[in-house]
T-cell receptor, first 112, second 116 residues
Framework: DQQVKQNSPSLSVQEGRISILNCDYT??????FLWYKKYPAEGPTFLIS?????DKNEDGRFTVFLNKSAKHLSLHIVPSQPGDSAVYFC???????????FGTGTRLKVLA | DTGVSQDPRHKITKRGQNVTFRCDPI?????LYWYRQTLGQGPEFLTY????????KSRLLSDRFSAERPKGSFSTLEIQRTEQGDSAMYLC??????????????FGPGTRLTVL
């Protein structure tokens, strides 16, 4: 049972445009959500997070939106840059279990 | 402190051999996690520690796998009698946790295991 889903395995965006990466979850016990960026042969790098008591968190070019009623979160990258090309994972955390559950990732390619 | 470190970065072994990996978390972090990642998948939870206590172990983890965090600082993950299906990237991550802590989790670079 996949509790965290990233239904788009890949996404291509033109440089300077907006990238929108989506993530859905099923367990309402998740109360914290994170996005990671991963380059090949490296560990995931933390990007941005959001608590379930908020619906938006912004950090520079990165904004995460959370829609609790839809159990959906998204990561917006504006403007997209070629260096943003990587695999992006969303993760959901439960303060009841202290566990993080990851999606399968979306490969973003930003075209110059 | 520069972040989570893992050693070795790469390990090639023959089937049936034992291997041990080490993880050094961010120094003030009390939670330490081990994950396994295979191609096309996200990190899969294996086990985690709160200080030196191992609080949960995934059903994915067979009896051939054991993890320790003896002094609440670094951790080791041992795989006995390795099998080809154990080939994967093994990731370690740490977080501060606690009532006043953050749930942000930071990863090490991983150990790539290849079992021949």
């Amino acid at each position: 049972d996949q509790q965290v889903k990233q239904n788009s395995p890949s996404l291509s965006v033109q440089e300077g445009r907006i990238s929108i990466l989506n993530c859905d979850y099923t367990n309402s016990m998740f109360d914290y959500f994170l996005w990671y960026k991963k380059y090949p042969a490296e560990g995931p790098t933390f990007l941005i997070s959001i608590s379930s008591i908020k619906d938006k968190n912004e950090d520079g070019r990165f904004t995460v939106f959370l829609n609790k009623s839809a159990k959906h979160l998204s990561l917006h990258i504006v403007p997209s840059q070629p260096g943003d090309s990587a695999v992006y994972f969303c993760a959901a955390f439960s303060s009841g279990t202290y566990k993080y559950i990851f999606g399968t990732g979306t490969r973003l390619k930003v075209l110059a | 402190d520069t972040g989570v470190s893992q050693d070795p970065r790469h390990k090639i072994t023959k089937r049936g051999q034992n291997v041990t990996f080490r993880c050094d978390p961010i120094s003030e972090h009390n939670r330490l996690y081990w994950y396994r990642q295979t191609l096309g998948q996200g990190p899969e939870f294996l086990t985690y520690f709160q200080n030196e206590a191992q609080l949960e172990k995934s059903r994915l983890l067979s009896d051939r796998f054991s993890a320790e965090r003896p002094k609440g600082s670094f951790s080791t993950l041992e795989i006995q009698r390795t099998e080809q299906g154990d080939s994967a990237m093994y990731l370690c991550a740490s977080s501060l946790g606690g009532l006043a802590g953050s749930n942000e989790q930071f990863f090490g670079p991983g150990t790539r295991l290849t079992v021949l």
